[in-house]
């Protein structure tokens, strides 16, 4: 089997594209503020100097966290490269857990710590972990595209004569 296809290989798992569609929504939006603005962030370029300046994380770093996001979100939303996208999010969520673990668990509902712990984190990554394993699930570009490349195999294959 190749690596392509290893890659784009999905059951029609429905739950898989209900983890897919939540993870890549909230992480659109998350995307979104940080590269856009939208929904109260302030754009690309605040971010960055967010990251760089005041987190003090290095620049491509810190691009590829954002970027990570809003196109993870993207891909997750869409089922395409799924596994990819989850991955990125989670790995850009073991970093965050590591720069909020003085932070304790529980976010921060009534400002009474010091900042975020990491409950959101443990979420999103317990969400990625599926996507990772199993992919994307029913109602996704990857499998419709592992389908069509089925579909291409038994196609082309030589008839075997007796």
Excluded at 43 to 66: E, Y
Excluded at 89 to 108: E, P, R, S
Excluded at 118 to 147: K, Q, T
Aim: proline fraction near 6%; aromatic fraction near 6%; charged fraction near 10%.
């Amino acid at each position: 089997m190749s690596p392509i296809k290893k890659l784009i290989l999905t059951p029609g798992d429905p739950l898989l594209t209900v983890l897919r569609l939540t993870l890549g929504i909230i992480f659109l939006a998350h995307g979104a503020q940080l590269t856009l603005g939208l929904f109260g962030g302030h754009g690309f370029s605040a971010s960055m100097d967010l990251f760089t300046k005041a987190l003090h994380i290095p620049a491509p770093l810190a691009f590829i966290a954002i970027i990570s996001e809003f196109v993870g979100g993207i891909a997750l939303i869409l089922g395409l490269a799924a596994r990819p996208a989850a991955i990125c999010i989670a790995v850009d969520m073991l970093v965050a857990m590591a720069m909020h673990a003085q932070n304790g668990l529980f976010m921060n509902w009534f400002g009474t710590q010091k900042g975020e712990g990491i409950e959101y984190h443990l979420l999103a990554i317990a969400v990625a972990l599926p996507i990772i394993l199993r992919d994307s699930g029913a109602l996704s570009v990857d499998r419709l595209l592992a389908n069509l490349a089925e579909r291409d195999v038994h196609r082309n294959a030589i008839p075997v004569l007796p």
